[in-house]
């Protein structure tokens, strides 16, 4: 028994590979244009990311086969006009299927069909009532082609659908939405589909244009919102909104729905009239965003599991309607160069096997490593960390796999890319304060493999002077309650547990 269970664990940890630890990190790819690339070469750009998943509006067959192989998870979409006949006609529904899945799937890995667009948000009402039908019948006809299950079924929201989310702790959906969700929400919860949603900073922006409320919204540094219900200190628009959503969920019902963002994104570009649109604000949201996903902490109310996120767009689409900055959301350029780096090239985010010391500043003075201070705190913590790694530091070595990964804690990852950041200039020491969360020390805080490097620093000075507050101190256990252990230690205390200490039949493993 003991035997079984251990190589059961054994398997589980190591399945749990750094190859999948991203995911949770997406792309939407629009078609609203005229000069995009073709879909193999977009394919191929894709595979040399770190983006795991593609949502489609549509189902176009090129692009869907030209992913085939690629293992790129697929979101394909049923279009709204469809939705009357696929409600009324299971036969419609199986024909779907037919043309629009079977001939690529497992091919193309094709994870998840959303049935309509913001179908809510058209106040349509004859449209609205047939939404659950047709999801429903969706389902069916997967179910009858052995699919239900493998492929989830479900519908993409506005966050209008929400008539509060503030505070996050008191979100509920709008109550002219509510017997419509509800329906909706059931089918969710039964057939374990994520509830799918859009929630953009940048657009909570537009009506609430204070410098604070702009450094929210970006994962900058700023003083946090507070919700007044719960006492928790929110560090970025994002979390609040995710949560508002979980709120709502938990208000009718269904905390245990997931909850999936099909949407989020910021422009690069808009009309004179309208403020926020720029390339550095964009690199800095999506950059930061990026990170705060890769940084595995979760929401407040979700805390340690990162949402599955889809940012909006891959390419820019240069005929879509609607104010300029619509046609402004691209990450790439028709021609597959970046219009930004965000880390998300597989060379820049590689976890190598050593860390190593970035371009350093001009000055070769040795004056320390920055590190936080003991006092900071882990919301603080979280928001210089996330900040930092949207800032083109390589964060590579802090991520799952990477060399400084463990001990897998806010305290230790933040420690290392504050002197990250603060080694491009440190005769700056501005850079190492962090809204006074940080300070400059002369013990250095590398251990094991994992290098803090340091200006004219060549190596040969002992380790392990801030070891015992970075490495093994309280903080490395999880807000959550989860102790962080080496992933390599874990797999050695099973087998000393199992093997060398005596087996007794009444010992709980957790």
Same mark, same amino acid.
């Given at each position: 028994?003991?035997?079984?269970?251990?190589?059961?664990?054994?398997?589980?940890?190591?399945?749990?590979?750094?190859?999948?630890?991203?995911?949770?990190?997406?792309?939407?790819?629009?078609?609203?244009?005229?000069?995009?690339?073709?879909?193999?070469?977009?394919?191929?750009?894709?595979?040399?990311?770190?983006?795991?998943?593609?949502?489609?509006?549509?189902?176009?067959? @090129?692009?869907?086969?030209?992913?085939?192989?690629?293992?790129?998870?697929?979101?394909?979409?049923?279009?709204?006009?469809?939705?009357?006949?696929?409600?009324?006609?299971?036969?419609?529904?199986?024909?779907?299927?037919?043309?629009?899945?079977?001939?690529?799937?497992?091919?193309?890995?094709?994870?998840?069909?959303?049935?309509?667009?913001?179908?809510?948000?058209?106040?349509?009402?004859?449209?609205?009532?047939?939404?659950?039908?047709?999801?429903?019948?969706?389902?069916?006809?997967?179910?009858? &082609?052995?699919?239900?299950?493998?492929?989830?079924?479900?519908?993409?929201?506005?966050?209008?659908?929400?008539?509060?989310?503030?505070?996050?702790?008191?979100?509920?959906?709008?109550?002219?939405?509510?017997?419509?969700?509800?329906?909706?929400?059931?089918?969710?919860?039964?057939?374990?589909?994520?509830?799918?949603?859009?929630?953009?900073?940048?657009?909570?922006?537009?009506?609430?244009?204070?410098?604070?409320?702009?450094?929210?919204?970006?994962?900058?540094?700023? !003083?946090?919102? &507070?919700?007044?219900?719960?006492?928790?200190?929110?560090?970025?628009?994002?979390?609040?909104?995710?949560?508002?959503?979980?709120?709502?969920?938990?208000?009718?019902?269904?905390?245990?729905?997931?909850?999936?963002?099909?949407? @989020?994104?910021?422009?690069?570009?808009?009309?004179?009239?309208?403020?926020? !649109?720029?390339?550095?604000?964009?690199?800095?949201?999506?950059?930061?965003?990026?990170?705060?996903?890769?940084?595995?902490?979760?929401?407040?109310?979700?805390?340690?599991?990162?949402?599955?996120?889809?940012?909006?767009?891959?390419?820019?689409?240069?005929?879509? !309607?609607?104010?300029?900055?619509?046609?402004?959301?691209?990450?790439?350029?028709?021609?597959?160069?970046?219009?930004?780096?965000?880390?998300?090239?597989?060379?820049?985010?590689?976890?190598?096997?050593?860390?190593?010391?970035?371009?350093?500043?001009?000055?070769?003075?040795?004056?320390?490593?920055?590190?936080?201070?003991?006092?900071?705190?882990?919301?603080?913590?979280?928001?210089?960390?996330?900040?930092?790694?949207?800032?083109?530091?390589?964060?590579?070595?802090?991520?799952?796999?990477?060399?400084?990964?463990?001990?897998?804690?806010?305290?230790?990852?933040?420690?290392?890319?504050?002197?990250?950041?603060?080694?491009?200039?440190?005769?700056?020491?501005?850079?190492?304060?962090?809204?006074? @969360?940080?300070?400059?020390?002369?013990?250095?805080?590398?251990?094991?493999?994992?290098?803090?490097?340091?200006?004219?620093?060549?190596?040969?000075?002992?380790?392990?002077?801030?070891?015992?507050?970075?490495?093994?101190?309280?903080?490395?256990?999880?807000?959550?309650?989860?102790?962080?252990?080496?992933?390599?230690?874990?797999?050695?205390?099973?087998?000393?547990?199992?093997?060398?200490?005596?087996?007794?039949?009444?010992?709980?493993?957790?």
């Amino acid at each position: 028994m003991a035997l079984s269970i251990f190589f059961s664990l054994f398997l589980f940890l190591f399945s749990n590979s750094p190859a999948d630890a991203e995911s949770f990190i997406g792309v939407n790819y629009g078609l609203v244009a005229d000069n995009l690339p073709s879909p193999s070469d977009t394919a191929k750009l894709l595979q040399s990311t770190s983006i795991q998943k593609v949502r489609l509006y549509g189902a176009d067959p @090129t692009i869907i086969k030209s992913l085939a192989g690629t293992g790129v998870g697929i979101v394909i979409g049923v279009a709204n006009g469809d939705l009357p006949s696929l409600a009324s006609d299971l036969n419609v529904a199986s024909q779907w299927i037919s043309t629009n899945v079977l001939p690529f799937y497992p091919a193309s890995d094709i994870i998840l069909i959303n049935v309509g667009n913001e179908i809510l948000l058209s106040n349509d009402l004859n449209l609205v009532n047939q939404l659950l039908p047709a999801m429903q019948n969706v389902q069916k006809a997967l179910e009858a &082609v052995s699919l239900g299950g493998k492929i989830k079924v479900s519908t993409v929201h506005a966050m209008t659908v929400l008539g509060q989310s503030d505070p996050p702790s008191a979100g509920s959906f709008a109550p002219g939405y509510q017997v419509g969700l509800k329906g909706i929400l059931q089918f969710l919860s039964e057939t374990g589909s994520p509830f799918v949603i859009n929630p953009y900073p940048f657009f909570a922006y537009l009506g609430d244009q204070r410098p604070d409320t702009l450094s929210f919204c970006l994962f900058q540094p700023n !003083p946090g919102r &507070v919700d007044s219900n719960t006492g928790i200190k929110y560090m970025n628009m994002f979390d609040a909104q995710v949560d508002a959503v979980h709120s709502a969920l938990k208000s009718m019902g269904f905390e245990n729905v997931e909850v999936v963002v099909a949407e @989020t994104g910021w422009p690069t570009s808009g009309d004179s009239n309208v403020v926020g !649109p720029s390339v550095e604000n964009a690199k800095t949201y999506n950059g930061n965003l990026i990170a705060h996903l890769r940084s595995m902490v979760g929401t407040p109310l979700r805390p340690g599991k990162p949402i599955d996120t889809y940012i909006f767009a891959l390419f820019d689409e240069n005929l879509k !309607p609607g104010p300029s900055f619509e046609r402004s959301f691209g990450l790439f350029k028709p021609d597959l160069s970046m219009a930004y780096d965000i880390g998300l090239t597989k060379t820049s985010n590689s976890g190598s096997q050593t860390s190593q010391s970035p371009p350093l500043g001009k000055s070769a003075t040795s004056v320390g490593w920055c590190v936080p201070k003991e006092d900071a705190t882990e919301e603080q913590l979280q928001s210089s960390l996330d900040w930092v790694c949207g800032q083109g530091i390589d964060c590579g070595p802090i991520t799952p796999g990477g060399v400084c990964f463990e001990p897998n804690n806010v305290m230790s990852h933040t420690a290392y890319a504050m002197n990250l950041y603060f080694q491009k200039s440190p005769e700056n020491p501005t850079d190492c304060d962090f809204s006074q @969360t940080a300070r400059i020390t002369s013990d250095n805080p590398s251990y094991s493999n994992c290098v803090y490097p340091r200006a004219g620093w060549s190596g040969d000075e002992s380790v392990g002077g801030a070891l015992n507050k970075y490495v093994t101190s309280d903080k490395a256990i999880e807000t959550n309650g989860s102790e962080c252990s080496s992933f390599l230690s874990l797999p050695l205390f099973i087998i000393i547990f199992f093997f060398v200490l005596p087996i007794s039949h009444h010992m709980i493993f957790w």
